[in-house]
């Protein structure tokens, strides 16, 4: 399916029936310390020339962040003044980008994930007008840009690679997308996205990272 024929109601519609699935969690519990801290991010998607991006962020460089000058998607951590998890995409997703709550459409969810910096992630998937003015937050964001999801859905754009772990806790597999426009699109973010192409049917299963 070219994902330039996916409409917003049938993105909605395979948010709303996917089946649930437990808590991604790839980590032994040895790496993860206490319980893990709600978080959201966004997957913002827009129409460039009648074709479908999804918008990605790579993360400034900072020292002692393990997901710091990491390619991400916009969202942190559950705040106080947070009324609940999809207000906490919002807000960050703004802090990072200068984009307003207002402009973005929340068509539903995906399942939770587990990061290995133990944060329990909720995706939320929205939708916003473009083109649209960007303000980064450069302490925050180094930069941002924007991925085909066809090409994103392609199988031959992407390829599971060992990894170790921490503390000699064995390895797993994690996935990795082909460099596009100089970035690399690996990790949590990546999972996420192959979980979006999966649920909406498009030709995005990969096989489990295991």
Do not use: C
Not at 77 to 98: H, I, M, V, W, Y
Not at 134 to 143: G, K, T, Y
Not at 166 to 192: D, K, Q, T
């Amino acid at each position: 399916m070219k994902t330039n024929h996916l409409t917003i109601q049938q993105i909605q519609a395979a948010l709303k029936a996917q089946p649930f699935k437990p808590m991604h969690d790839l980590y032994p519990q040895e790496l993860l310390t206490g319980d893990p801290r709600p978080a959201a991010v966004l997957i913002p998607l827009v129409v460039i020339q009648d074709e479908w991006h999804i918008l990605f962020i790579r993360r400034t460089t900072v020292e002692g962040d393990i997901h710091s000058g990491q390619v991400a998607l916009p969202g942190g951590g559950l705040d106080q003044s947070d009324p609940n998890l999809a207000a906490a995409a919002l807000r960050e997703t703004n802090e990072e980008l200068g984009i307003r709550p207002e402009d973005i459409r929340l068509l539903g969810q995906l399942n939770e994930f587990i990061a290995i910096s133990n944060y329990r992630v909720t995706p939320f998937v929205g939708t916003l007008p473009w083109p649209y003015q960007i303000i980064l937050a450069e302490h925050e964001v180094a930069r941002w840009f924007t991925i085909p999801l066809d090409w994103l859905a392609d199988e031959q754009n992407r390829t599971i690679q060992r990894r170790t772990l921490p503390n000699g806790l064995g390895e797993i597999g994690v996935i990795y997308f082909h460099e596009y426009g100089g970035e690399v699109l690996w990790g949590l973010s990546a999972r996420i996205i192959t979980e979006l192409l999966e649920v909406t049917g498009l030709n995005g299963s990969i096989s489990s990272e295991t």
